[in-house]
């Protein structure tokens, strides 16, 4: 909407542009929907704190992805403040009353996704993609996160995800919801563009 409304510059002033700017975001945007549907499935199989816990642990895996794939460390006082991070959910895990491998697993796996999708998209927006606003960037990856997660919602919930626009209140808290979850996004990547 807010490219609609010439609120916001668009991403590419063509056709083209776009198309190619797609390709280029291809593999983060696949990060991006394995994110959110790892996180949500890790919030469908345990408790709401558990998963929150779990994902506690997610600059582990981006300090691990950026060592492991661009040899990227970080001073040894970042890698010790991790330590009791990583204790502390270690912690919780252990002594959680409502504890699910399942859960533990697709938390795990958001965090790899959550990690790669920071790492990687810092690099595009650092590189080829840097006269791509930082907004820009986050919306051109939730619309084609949503475009990977369409045909997964329809194939796992079926009608069950239809019956939600029958239900008002339900349709509006999901609205209202994403519209959270996207400014909060949004501002994230805002401050992750702005990091060296």
Not at 2 to 16: H, I, Q
Not at 152 to 164: D, H, N, T
């Amino acid at each position: 909407p807010l490219w609609a409304l010439g609120l916001r510059e668009k991403p590419a002033s063509n056709w083209t542009q776009f198309v190619k700017l797609c390709g280029q975001m291809r593999s983060v945007s696949i990060y991006s929907a394995l994110t959110h549907m790892s996180g949500v499935i890790a919030l469908g199989a345990g408790a709401v704190s558990f998963t929150q816990v779990v994902k506690a642990s997610e600059p582990a895996f981006t300090s691990a992805i950026s060592a492991i794939f661009f040899r990227e460390f970080l001073p040894w006082q970042a890698y010790a403040a991790l330590v009791p991070v990583m204790a502390g959910v270690a912690i919780a895990s252990a002594t959680e009353l409502s504890f699910s491998m399942y859960c533990l697993g697709a938390g795990i796996f958001a965090n790899t996704f959550a990690a790669a999708r920071g790492v990687f998209g810092k690099r595009q927006m650092g590189g080829e993609l840097k006269k791509l606003s930082a907004e820009n960037y986050y919306a051109m990856l939730t619309i084609l996160s949503c475009i990977l997660l369409i045909p997964v919602v329809v194939l796992v919930e079926g009608k069950e995800a239809l019956k939600l626009f029958s239900h008002q209140e339900a349709l509006q808290n999901t609205l209202i919801s994403g519209i959270l979850f996207y400014l909060y996004n949004e501002v994230s990547f805002k401050a992750l563009k702005n990091l060296d």
